[in-house]
């Protein structure tokens, strides 16, 4: 609910769990997120301190166990550093490609009080484009017999949807989106030509393999967008 809240929202997504058996229930909702780049904060119960190391009730080394399933992983010992640590899980989580984060809370720690400090959010510019690079997309894209465009999660996040919808038309591009980003661009529209995905119809994948050029936007080429990696060949440019 948290990662498909953080998908249609934009903000980031929150969800809590009791340790072991609940944070393991976790386990492929924070791969899904950390696929699709949604931020996610996930806050995860964790051990009594002074139990720590001893095999107590379902004690899961969580920062060990989830650090490959997450951008990043920590467990905060000392109620002191909840807002410091708080809102670096928060920022990580939604900048750069955003994703999930975990954070580790012992069950004792949650006893303790300290004074909660806000500091003002860092914003990150957005990256800018390099303009020569452009000009080269542009005519390759002009110069192309049978172009194909990807949109996938990044316009989304970029919240250019509408930008996308002007760039298509004005170019006159077929649109396909990439898997499980069926709102990269409207369905509706007339140069929608569909999804990249399991059960994908032929026709779709034959027009991609005979593209000349495959203009990718916001997307990683994932192992089911690209059909086990065999939708893009070397003759292709993209």
Not at 16 to 34: D, E, K
Not at 42 to 62: D, H, M, S, T, Y
Not at 120 to 127: G, I, K, N, V
Request: aromatic share 8%; charged share 20%.
């Amino acid at each position: 609910m948290a990662e498909g809240y953080a998908k249609a929202s934009g903000e980031v997504g929150v969800c809590m769990a009791t340790r072991g058996v609940g944070a393991t229930n976790l386990a492929i909702g924070i791969h899904t997120a950390a696929q699709d780049s949604t931020p996610l904060v996930a806050l995860i119960g964790q051990v009594e301190r002074p139990f720590k190391e001893k095999e107590a009730f379902q004690e899961v080394n969580l920062t060990g166990f989830f650090s490959h399933l997450c951008k990043w992983t920590v467990e905060i010992d000392r109620v002191e550093r909840v807002p410091e640590l708080l809102q670096r899980a928060f920022h990580i989580a939604r900048s750069g490609r955003p994703g999930p984060v975990l954070v580790a809370l012992p069950h004792d720690m949650l006893e303790d009080e300290a004074e909660l400090n806000i500091n003002p959010s860092y914003r990150s510019l957005p990256p800018q484009p390099h303009m020569e690079d452009v000009k080269q997309a542009m005519d390759m894209i002009r110069n192309a017999e049978r172009p194909v465009l990807i949109a996938g999660g990044g316009v989304i996040h970029a919240k250019a949807n509408r930008l996308l919808v002007q760039f298509v038309e004005a170019m006159k591009l077929p649109v396909v989106t990439a898997f499980r980003r069926f709102d990269a661009f409207p369905n509706s529209h007339p140069c929608y030509t569909g999804w990249l995905g399991f059960g994908t119809p032929q026709y779709l994948l034959d027009a991609i393999r005979e593209a000349d050029v495959v203009l990718a936007l916001g997307t990683r080429f994932s192992q089911v967008g690209t059909q086990d990696y065999t939708l893009l060949s070397k003759k292709i440019q993209s």
